[in-house]
């Protein structure tokens, strides 16, 4: 399996968390209020009211170093859950008013490539390389008949080749 995949969905995380981050300090679009007892004329304010994606930002960044520590169900797990997050994200983007190329749109693409990379860590779950993944059968026999290799092999897996007796 190509690790082709694994850079996929590490773009699309860090492109989610740079869109959210985005989406939080920029305007959503301007309102107009009309005018009160206190103004004359209608008063047009920048609505920055959109929603605090920060904490999804981060979310999005500790999401790319856990793709890399687990594996297995708890892998799909965090999929499904980068899914959630995305869905929730352009909800709240499309339930949110402002105009679609301010945060808003920005809010929009980030949730997008939220889902994106979620179904992406669910389809390849069990495909994708996992930290450490060459010592987890670091306890089976392997021998490769090469003395010199099979003595490094040896000290890596913590034999001590000093040691008197039979070298298993």
């Known amino acids: 399996m190509p690790k082709r995949?694994?850079?996929m969905i590490a773009v699309l995380l860090l492109g989610t968390a740079a869109a959210l981050w985005g989406a939080t300090e920029l305007s959503?679009?301007?309102?107009?209020?009309?005018?009160?007892?206190?103004?004359?004329?209608?008063?047009t304010v920048d609505a920055t009211g959109g929603p605090s994606f920060a904490a999804l930002a981060l979310l999005a960044l500790a999401s790319l170093a856990g793709v890399f520590a687990?594996?297995?169900?708890?892998?799909?797990?965090?999929?499904?859950?980068?899914?959630?997050?995305?869905?929730?994200?352009?909800w709240q983007a499309i339930d949110h008013a402002g105009?679609?190329?301010?945060?808003?749109?920005?809010?929009?693409?980030?949730?997008?490539?939220?889902?994106?990379?979620?179904a992406l860590i669910v389809y390849y779950a069990e495909a994708l390389p996992?930290?450490?993944?060459?010592?987890?059968?670091?306890?089976t026999e392997r021998r490769s008949g090469d003395p010199d290799k099979d003595l490094w092999d040896g000290l890596s897996d913590g034999e001590d080749p000093t040691a008197d007796g039979n070298r298993t």
């Open 5 to 7: 995949p694994l850079w």
């Open 99 to 118: 105009d679609l190329f301010t945060g808003k749109g920005l809010a929009l693409l980030g949730g997008v490539l939220f889902v994106a990379a979620g």
């Open 70 to 90: 687990v594996g297995g169900w708890m892998r799909r797990l965090l999929g499904a859950i980068i899914v959630v997050a995305g869905g929730y994200v352009c």
């Open 130 to 139: 996992t930290m450490g993944a060459r010592y987890q059968l670091a306890s």
């Open 28 to 43: 959503w679009g301007t309102d107009t209020r009309p005018a009160t007892q206190n103004t004359v004329v209608p008063v």
